[in-house]
Each structure stands twice: as C-alpha cells, then as structure tokens.
T-cell receptor
C-alpha cells in the first residue's frame, strides 16, 4: 500500500484566499483524522471521521475551517478565508478498527504558508 | 478525559549514551499508551505501544517503554543512542473506548551530539 497520501505537499497563499488540502487514507481504514502542527501549539487534532461520518470536530478552530469526507477514499480540509495564523503543517492520518492495534498511520503532511 | 505531559521539550545526549524521555499521563479510566516518532520533514509513525499484558514493550530499533500504573508514567528509554535517532518523540494516550481520540503530548526533541 502507498500509505496515506496528502496533496499538495507545500502550499503558499495570500491572506483571504481559499485553501483546500486533500487526503487519501489507506485502503480499508475506517477512521480518518486531520491534525495541525505548529511550534507554538504542538500537534492538535482538528476533526476525525469514522466510516465517512464526522465524529468529533471540537478541535476545528473556527468557522473558517471545514472538512468533508464524501467517500471512504477521500477527504478535504478547507480554509476560507485563510489567515497568516493558519500557517502550519497539516497532517492526515488513518486507522482501522478491524486490527485492534489502534495505530494511526500519518501522511507526510502539507506545509501551509499564508502571507 | 485524558491528558499527557512530556516533561522535557528538548533532550541533548551524546552518541552511544543512554537516554530517557519522560511521559506522564492522567486518566480516570484504563488507557492505551503509545510513543510515536517524527523524523525531520516527515509524518509521525508508531514506535511502540502498550495495550495490555507485559508492562515492558519494545521497538525494533532498540527503544523500550514501561507502563507504570501507580506512577501514571510511560517513559521511553534506549541504552545507546545513534545519530539516526535524531527526531521528535510524542507520547500519546487513548482510553479503551474505541471511538475516543488519541491525545498527543507536546513532543520531546532528541538531539544526538557527536
């Protein structure tokens, strides 16, 4: 398996623009997580899905952030409008309920810079 | 709710010396415990985990961690570090409820000195 795939790997945008981050989880995994990592705040869970349904979005910072999972193989995290304080590395991770290992498999991340 | 405290944000250690990265957790229920490692410019990957059974768990690259319920700790140790161990290490905790999220600590950056 190719692992968790994220695109783009790097994104530079201007304040006010819409940003869409994409994630393809490992095939067969039924949990998908979106995290944000910054030096100041460390690793933060933004939202997670189970079987394409959002379970907990309490970590989503504000209404500018939204996430969708239209099917088992694709998820998006959208920021509209973007602000400089959104600059961070965004990780997607997936896991399976079936193997009982509770291990999360992380993608390589998207480094977002908002100027 | 669970929480995780990693007491050291950075740990410098000489190559071939032993190292211990400290992790304490808080929870009102039984937990699962994890250590993840993040190499530069990469995502996190699982290093080792405690789910049940023996309280001492080992990774394939020489790290080990011991679950200590009375001290609510899960410290990570390695008897002799290598330059390739340079990375950030995250302790994480999850309740045994499958739908509960994993809570990550703030990470400890391990610097290997030549």
């Amino acid at each position: 398996d190719a692992g968790v795939i994220q695109s783009p790997r790097h994104e530079v945008t201007e304040m006010g623009q819409e940003v869409t981050l994409r994630c393809k989880p490992i095939s067969g995994h039924d949990y998908l997580f979106w995290y944000r990592q910054t030096m100041m705040r460390g690793l933060e869970l933004l939202i997670y899905f189970n079987n394409n349904v959002p379970i907990d979005d309490s970590g989503m910072p504000e209404d500018r952030f939204s996430a969708k999972m239209p099917n088992a193989s694709f998820s998006t995290l959208k920021i509209q409008p973007s602000e400089p304080r959104d600059s961070a590395v965004y990780f997607c991770a997936s896991s399976s309920n079936r193997d009982f290992s509770y291990e999360q498999y992380f993608g390589p991340g998207t480094r977002l810079t908002v100027t | 709710a669970q929480s995780v405290t990693q007491l050291d944000s950075q740990v410098p250690v000489f190559e071939e010396a032993p190292v211990e990265l400290r992790c304490n957790y808080s929870s009102s229920v039984s937990v699962y415990l994890f250590w993840y490692v993040q190499y530069p410019n990469q995502g996190l990957q699982l290093l080792l985990k405690y789910l049940s059974g023996s309280t001492l768990v080992e990774s394939i690259n020489g790290f080990e961690a011991e679950f200590n319920k009375s001290q609510t700790s899960f410290h990570l140790r390695k008897p002799s570090v290598h330059i390739s161990d340079t990375a950030e290490y995250f302790c994480a905790v999850s309740s045994m409820n499958r739908d509960d999220k994993i809570i990550f600590g703030k990470g400890t950056r391990l610097h290997i000195l030549p």
